[in-house]
């Protein structure tokens, strides 16, 4: 059983965004009538576009016939049975990523929530993704930025694949919000289609709701006629081209969008002779937001920005042509992270080539937004960076600003750590990692992971405890538990010009200096790190928590991973990041500081007198290893125990429909 919704005969587009500009156009009446445009004319021609929709386990298939020709865009996936709790689960925490190709005309396998969406004007597919809401986790936050960023009057088609309904979420309310009316009703498995005018009216909802048969809808949307001369076409001619062929963009499609001027007060003369290098790729929706937080922030400077685009995609071509941004294409081979691995080489050739003079370069991805203290952080770490030789980096982010633990936004650190997102590196560095860096081969390495674990560069990094850019972006490699608990929630600065504080304790010199200080100066604690309120029920002080660290174990920081997992409630990304000499610190509570000493690893190590009281998970019986495991996974269980729970109370179409429940 399922509900049609189709409509034939659509009438009164109700229209608005720069595809039709129909509010704004009346509010600038005047100007049109300066100009002697006198309205806008939005018509039915004999050009329409018709849609069928078939989806089912096997995948979805939408079929569009325009003047005579057929387009198939389609997804096919493998045969599945449903819905599996455990599979979401495990692919999160597992980390693995999912080689997955984002763009719609693949036959890989997918699953998930397809979003297509059209200019009703051109019917011309103006942006398309697949969600992987199969995942309970994280990725529907990726389907609500979208949805926000679509502009008014485009139509939206909205598939499920599989069981895409499954990790809806808090998406499935911005639905309802912009009218479907079923889409937050839906048991998780349950297949789906929407069809709807953004900020207008649904043209097609229907769905199947337990059982695996599938949904068939079908669709004749007719092109919408649009008056050639409007005014933003006439003002703002590359912008208005853009937008109509390109979605997803947000404010910078809406009629009366300004360009965030910069701030030119600013100006921090050692970043002048810094190259800047956005490494971009075939998002201009996620670009856009990080070139605007970058406008934003104050010390921005674009003559130093070159972007660097891997692979030919005239869509961010012509994005950093409108902001007037040197771009240079790199030309990518391969797919996935095998082409990103080389592309990443060619990105540190590319620096060494046209910069060999710089001290150093700043690198960042093109999904990253930055802080307003973004460039008044690097102003002041710089100068530390370029005299220390036991230094290679300094990144923007800071891992440890979880929700979780207490960071200060004037305290930076040093330690062995991957680059993160947004960060300088020396040229010395770059230089060196390119001697070892392979050319070609198979390899799906992720560049930076491997840069860190391999040690293709010497040294460590300064890092801020409060993070200066936040990774939004959602792509290949993401990993849906991470996203909601770690890359989405750490704290940001968002005040410009903090002043840091201990940036001269960075040196090493004396950065060991004052961790021997403060070492000698802790208590020593011993326990299970997994009793309740182990580390938070302390009184104002610094500690010291030795665990079993060999340095020639395969997994030698899993006794870290698992203390750290127990004081700090959810995974600090489950790495040894940051640490410096073995030593890290987490501040579980204001004024309660935690040092995690790995003893033999650490130098420190004579710091943990009794050897008997150093925790080893291995050690322990198996019935407290079972404990531990259920404490650091209670989390991640407890919110998939919580989602599922919603829904299944989501009752509401089974009892409309009568499918064997009273109503
Ligand atoms: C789209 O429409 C909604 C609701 O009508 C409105 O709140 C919003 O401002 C519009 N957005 C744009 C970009 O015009
Ligand atoms: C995605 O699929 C398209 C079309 O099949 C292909 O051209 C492209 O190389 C694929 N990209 C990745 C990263 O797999
Ligand atoms: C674009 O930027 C270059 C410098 O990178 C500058 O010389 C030129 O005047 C700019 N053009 C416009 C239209 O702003
Ligand atoms: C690691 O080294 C320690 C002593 O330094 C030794 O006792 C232990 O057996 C070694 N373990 C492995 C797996 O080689
Ligand atoms: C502990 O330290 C925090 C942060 O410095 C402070 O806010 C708090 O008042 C201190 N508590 C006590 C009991 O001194
Ligand atoms: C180490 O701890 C054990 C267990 O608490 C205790 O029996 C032993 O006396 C301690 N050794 C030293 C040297 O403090
Ligand atoms: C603990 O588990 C291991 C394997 O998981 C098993 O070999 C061992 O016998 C168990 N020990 C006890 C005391 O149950």
Partial sequence: MYLDRSRNKIEGW???????????????????????????????TQNALSVEVANSVFGIQLESAQSGHRILEEVRLMRRNGFDISRGWYSDQRGKGSHQNESLDSSKQKEGLVMLVKNPATLQTTFSKVFRTNELFGFYMDVQWHLRRIQNGS????????SGTAGLRD??????????????HLPAGAHWVWVFVKGGRTL???????????????LHIPKAQL???????????????????????GEFCDFDYQRPLLNSDKRYEILTGIPFIITAGNRPDYLFESLTSLMKSPGFQPQNLHV???????QTEDLLD????????????????FMRFLYYRQVFSFIVENFPLAPAAILMDEDVRVSPDFFSYFAQVLPVLLEDDSLFCATAFGHLAMPTLFSHKDKVRRGDMQVGWGYAIKLTAIKEALLSWPADGKSDRFYDSWLYYEHIVQGECIFPEVSRVIHFGIGLNAVGTRLETYDLVIDMETESGVHLTNIMDIPLQNWKLSLKKILEDSTLIYG?????????ERKNGSYIFSYRCESNSTDFTKNLMLAGDCACKLSFVSTEFGWHDGVTLLRVKPGVDIYFLGVPHSSYSYFAVNESLIWDFEKLSNESQYKIWGYVSFPYQRSAWKVMTDLERQEFLRAFLGEGKEM
Avoid at 16 to 43: A, P
Avoid at 308 to 314: E, F, S
Avoid at 528 to 536: L, S
Wanted: glycine share 8%.
């Fill in 14 to 44: 109700r229209c608005r965004g720069t595809h039709c500009l129909l509010g704004k156009m009346w509010l600038s009446l005047v100007s049109f009538l300066i100009l002697g445009i006198v309205g806008l004319h939005i018509n039915k």
């Fill in 155 to 162: 139509l939206i088609l909205f598939v499920v694949s599989a």
């Fill in 171 to 184: 998406a499935a309310s911005d639905f309802s919000a912009v009218g479907s009316l079923i889409g937050h």
């Fill in 204 to 218: 097609l909802e229907t769905a199947v709701l337990d059982k695996p048969n599938s949904v068939l809808g079908h």
């Fill in 227 to 249: 008056e050639q001369n409007t005014a933003l076409e006439i003002f703002d001619e590359k912008r208005f081209k853009f937008c109509r062929k390109y979605d997803s963009m």
């Fill in 308 to 314: 660097l685009i891997g692979g030919d995609w005239p």
């Fill in 322 to 337: 409108i902001f007037n941004f040197t771009y240079s294409i790199i030309p990518i081979r391969g797919e996935g992270n």
């Fill in 528 to 536: 299970d790190p997994c009793e309740k309120n182990f580390f938070t």
